[in-house]
Nanobody, 114 residues
Framework: QVQLVESGGGLVQAGGSLRLSCVASGIISNINSMGWVRQAPGKQRELVAS???????NYADSVKGRFTISRDNAKNTVYLQMNSLEPEDTAVYYC????????WGQGTQVTVSS
């Protein structure tokens, strides 16, 4: 079992920045990759960014150049630095961890006002 706890969401004006954190605990060995997925009201979940155990990253086209995913293995934490936020980024952001199954956090709300 892997437990994931997200933090760092909130309300920010367009153009602002937020940093999300996701702390993993439990049996965290052999996690292949971790990532962030978001879901806006009335929309499907969308992969935002992911990072493998080797450090390779992947981003949705809509966030490239604005968001950066990183991980601190010593702290078992994955971060999502979000800059130049837009109202379209408003969503609940979920952290996930991929092993043989996918584990999910409870989500953190990000609201960007225009």
């Amino acid at each position: 079992q892997v437990q994931l706890v997200e933090s760092g969401g909130g309300l920010v004006q367009a153009g602002g920045s937020l940093r999300l954190s996701c702390v993993a605990s439990g049996i965290i060995s052999n996690i292949n990759s971790m990532g962030w997925v978001r879901q806006a009201p009335g929309k499907q979940r969308e992969l935002v960014a992911s990072i493998t155990s080797g450090g390779s990253t992947n981003y949705a086209d809509s966030v490239k150049g604005r968001f950066t995913i990183s991980r601190d293995n010593a702290k078992n934490t994955v971060y999502l630095q979000m800059n130049s936020l837009e109202p379209e980024d408003t969503a609940v952001y979920y952290c996930n961890a991929h092993k043989r199954i996918v584990y999910w956090g409870q989500g953190t709300q990000v609201t960007v006002s225009s």
